[in-house]
């Protein structure tokens, strides 16, 4: 069965503080894909990394990194210097590696980044 | 530009009344779902369809219908709406095992 576990419901930080946000899944599956996709306060689902899982290394992009770790089926988004406008709600999700339509997503963990 | 829209955006309607909710996107991709997202539950599949003609079962099926005629259309029906589908609703596109992409939501109020 695929399960993503978003351990965090709300998180609160202060401005330029850095967060991190757990995700920790379950797949019997050899080949999947992991993503986190950020819900601003309108609404909408905004994508923001895609994983295989052959590829373990860490990316980086701006204020934003991604630690994928198989051993602990952890896939973790950290933000550095932590910006009001990153108030939102995260959701991490799992997808199938044999074209499986389907994403399993985390319940999400909201983010509130005081001024 | 690359997008998926839905329509309406937000909607309030009663009991038993039929309504569709439309999903069309522009980037000639065959795989289409819909999703709903409740608090507490983050988003559950509905429906998904990998090409025209072809829809099978999400997790959560009951009280929804779709269709899918055309390749850039997937439209959420639901025949006799209750106030538990009371929800936000996301469409989704993708190519294969590429990235899902999501349209704007459709906030849906049952009365």
């Known amino acids: 069965a695929q399960k993503v576990t978003q351990a965090q419901t709300e998180i609160s930080v202060v401005e330029k503080e850095d967060v991190t946000l757990d995700c920790v899944y379950e797949?019997?599956?050899?080949?999947?894909?992991l993503f986190w996709y950020k819900q601003p306060p309108s609404g909408e689902l905004v994508f923001l990394i895609r994983?295989?899982?052959?590829?373990?290394q860490n990316e980086i992009s701006g204020r934003y990194s991604w630690n994928f770790q198989k051993s602990t089926s952890s896939f973790n988004f950290t933000i550095t210097a932590s910006q009001v406008v990153d108030s939102a709600v995260y959701f991490c999700?799992?997808?199938?590696?044999?074209?499986?339509?389907?994403?399993?997503f985390g319940t999400g963990t909201r983010l509130t980044v005081i001024p | 530009e690359a997008q998926v829209t839905q329509n309406p955006r937000y909607l309030i309607t009663v009991t038993g009344k039929k309504l569709t909710v439309t999903c069309s996107q522009n980037?000639?991709?065959?795989?289409m779902s819909w999703y709903r997202q409740d608090p507490g539950l983050g988003l559950r599949q509905i429906y998904y369809?990998?090409?025209?003609?072809?829809?099978d079962k999400g997790d959560v099926p009951e009280g929804y219908k779709v269709s899918r005629k055309e390749k850039r259309n997937f439209p959420l029906i639901l025949e006799s709406p209750s106030p538990n589908q009371t929800s936000l609703y996301f469409c989704?596109?993708?190519?294969?095992?590429?990235?899902?992409?999501f349209g704007p939501g459709t906030r849906l109020t049952v009365l």
């Open positions: 989704a596109s993708r190519k294969q095992t590429d990235t899902q992409y």
């Open positions: 994983r295989n899982s052959f590829d373990e």
């Open positions: 369809s990998m090409n025209v003609e072809v829809t």
């Open positions: 980037m000639n991709h065959e795989y």
């Open positions: 999700a799992l997808g199938r590696g044999d074209g499986a339509n389907n994403l399993f």
């Open positions: 797949t019997r599956d050899t080949t999947y894909y």
